[in-house]
């Protein structure tokens, strides 16, 4: 069975994957979500400045939001995302255990590693009592005895944050120098102390953090740590596409690594965008949910664009072969009956009061016109490109007893013009052509209108395009009776009717609408 190739397959189940699969999935995209069920923040027993949010499990918003998705039409898989490689215009991504998906695009989510410090006991508690974000975890560590792991420039910045929160902060400066001058300053304004040496453990007491132990013995009493870890990108699936990892630094200290996008997340291999945390180190989770609907709507516009593309092609292909006659046999070959079997309304209504002679019937498929025409007298030349098309009309005018009055001609009348000035009455309904084939074909029809005869040409008018009638979406093929008449010679052709007349039509989802043909009854003076 050949594989399924989404529009979009998303890496990675958290609130950036998830928000740019529900934008998407909204958007009738087809969508799968790969995730291995490792979100960064599962250590996290609530999440915070979410709004409408606040203070719920992250499990929570996760579990709420695959159901959303779902109810859109979103597929999921559980499983690890190891590589990718471009194959032809999609993506085949290679998960875990040796299965395949293909997606047209990619949206990356994998989100980040934290590297903490290298202390005994201090990642058993991240999460809980050991924080790092004064937005993620400071409203719950308020007015608590809270102790600030140095690890670089930036933890002067982190204790400033945290001092906002409590007047009880610390700076341990775990092996490293004392700030400069100016920066001790600001801390010792703050009321912030600078604990020197290196740390040993964290102690924990009936599991709550109570402390530090310094090297040399020394027991620093706190309730909860801040450390700064190294933010690692995920970035293992996204490396085997060729982009490689930047560092990001912040007043001149590399905080981490990152890979590289632009606003709307789009990296620099096409069709591959990313959001979340694996491209922006500092989101928060309803950043990251911003992030992950933007870059959806980016990668919507790259499918808009892409579909656009094919639609053309395949619209000129369609322009350029659906009225040639392999075309129209394997049309007829589809289908037992293409037609009603009725004559044309509008033929019924203007040949009705004529005189029988002879007639043309261009286009005359399986012969209902033809057979109408037979019937109430007319000499009938009945012109088609298909001959399967005319075998049937031959067949429906012997079971109707006036095959002695048709002549069946197969015949390309772009190309091979009827007699000139021979036929009373030339007939030809919905001959729709790109504007100069149509031009040139009604000018040979006009051609061959005896003097006192009558011409008829019958049409989709342009108003149906507005309509959902359902049919071919061919604008410059539509054409109106005025602006046919103004083809002929004014003193050659008396025009007596150029309409748009409507008539009741049922669509293809059974409602009722009103369509419109385009009517051109000229009679030819001399």
């Known amino acids: 069975?050949?594989?399924?190739?989404?529009?979009?397959?998303?890496?990675?189940?958290?609130?950036?994957?998830?928000?740019?699969?529900?934008?998407?999935?909204?958007?009738?995209?087809?969508?799968?979500?790969?995730?291995?069920?490792?979100?960064?923040?599962?250590?996290?027993?609530?999440?915070?400045?979410?709004?409408?949010?606040?203070?719920?499990?992250?499990s929570e918003l996760l579990a709420a939001g695959r159901a959303e998705i779902a109810g859109y039409g979103a597929e999921f898989l559980s499983g690890r995302a190891e590589s990718a490689e471009r194959d032809g215009e999609s993506f085949r991504v290679r998960l875990d255990g040796g299965r395949e998906v293909r997606g047209r695009r990619l949206l990356v989510t994998t989100g980040l590693v934290d590297e903490l410090p290298?202390?005994?006991?201090?990642?058993?508690?991240?999460?809980?009592?050991?924080?790092?974000?004064?937005?993620?975890?400071?409203?719950?560590?308020?007015?608590?005895?809270?102790?600030?792991?140095?690890?670089?420039p930036l933890s002067r910045l982190q204790a400033l944050m945290w001092r906002q929160l409590s007047p009880h902060v610390l700076l341990l400066l775990n092996g490293l120098p004392e700030p400069?001058?100016?920066?001790?300053?600001?801390?010792?304004a703050r009321g912030i102390a600078l604990v020197p040496g290196r740390i040993a453990s964290v102690r924990v007491s009936d599991d709550r953090l109570t402390g530090v132990r310094l090297e040399n013995g020394d027991v620093v009493a706190a309730d909860a740590l801040v450390a700064g870890p190294r933010f690692v990108a995920r970035s293992a699936l996204l490396e085997s596409l060729g982009l490689k990892l930047a560092d990001v630094e912040m007043h001149g200290?590399?905080?981490?690594?990152?890979?590289?996008?632009?606003e709307q997340g789009a990296t620099a291999v096409p069709g591959v965008w990313v959001a979340g945390n694996v491209t922006n180190l500092s989101a928060t989770v309803a950043v990251a949910a911003a992030g992950g609907q933007t870059?959806?709507?980016?990668?919507?516009?790259?499918?808009?664009?892409?579909?656009?593309?094919?639609?053309?092609?395949?619209?000129?292909?369609?322009?350029?072969?659906?009225?040639?006659?392999?075309a129209w046999e394997e049309r007829y070959r589809s289908r037992p009956a293409i037609w009603s079997g009725r004559p044309n309304p509008q033929l019924v209504a203007e040949a009705e009061p004529l005189a029988a002679g002879r007639a043309l019937d261009v286009g005359s498929g399986e012969g209902a016109d033809a057979v109408w025409l037979a019937k109430r007298g007319w000499h009938v030349t009945a012109v088609d490109i298909s001959t399967v098309a005319l075998s049937r009309?031959?067949?429906?005018?012997?079971?109707?007893?006036?095959?002695?009055?048709?002549t069946f001609s197969h015949a390309d009348l772009r190309s091979q013009a009827p007699a000139e000035h021979s036929y009373d009455l030339v007939s030809a309904h919905f001959m729709h052509l790109v504007p100069k084939a149509r031009q040139e074909l009604y000018a040979r029809l006009a051609g061959a209108v005896a003097p006192g005869g009558t011409l008829l040409i019958v049409g989709h008018h342009p108003k149906d395009l507005a309509t959902t009638v359902g049919r071919m979406h061919f604008p410059e093929m539509l054409f109106t009776a005025e602006e046919i008449a103004a083809t002929l010679d004014a003193e050659r052709w008396e025009i007596v009717a150029?309409?748009?007349?409507?008539?009741?039509?049922?669509?293809?989802?059974?409602?009722?609408i009103t369509i419109h043909d385009a009517v051109l009854v000229a009679r030819r003076r001399f």
């Not at 995730?35 to 499990?57: F, I, S, T, W, Y």
């Not at 150029?498 to 009722?512: L, N, S, Y």
């Open 1 to 58: 069975m050949e594989q399924k190739t989404y529009d979009v397959v998303v890496v990675g189940g958290g609130a950036a994957g998830l928000s740019g699969a529900l934008a998407l999935a909204r958007s009738r995209r087809s969508v799968l979500v790969v995730d291995n069920g490792e979100p960064r923040n599962a250590p996290a027993a609530h999440m915070q400045n979410v709004l409408g949010h606040d203070g719920k499990p992250p």
């Open 118 to 152: 290298e202390i005994e006991g201090l990642r058993e508690r991240w999460g809980r009592d050991v924080a790092h974000c004064p937005y993620c975890h400071g409203w719950e560590l308020r007015d608590q005895r809270i102790a600030v792991v140095a690890a670089g």
């Open 180 to 188: 400069e001058p100016e920066h001790a300053e600001e801390l010792a």
């Open 253 to 262: 200290h590399v905080m981490g690594s990152r890979i590289v996008a632009d």
């Open 295 to 326: 870059a959806a709507a980016a990668v919507n516009l790259d499918l808009i664009a892409e579909d656009t593309r094919l639609a053309v092609a395949a619209y000129r292909e369609r322009i350029a072969t659906m009225f040639e006659e392999q």
């Open 393 to 406: 009309a031959a067949g429906h005018a012997a079971d109707e007893g006036v095959a002695d009055r048709i």
């Open 498 to 512: 150029a309409d748009a007349r409507p008539r009741p039509f049922t669509d293809p989802e059974g409602r009722a």
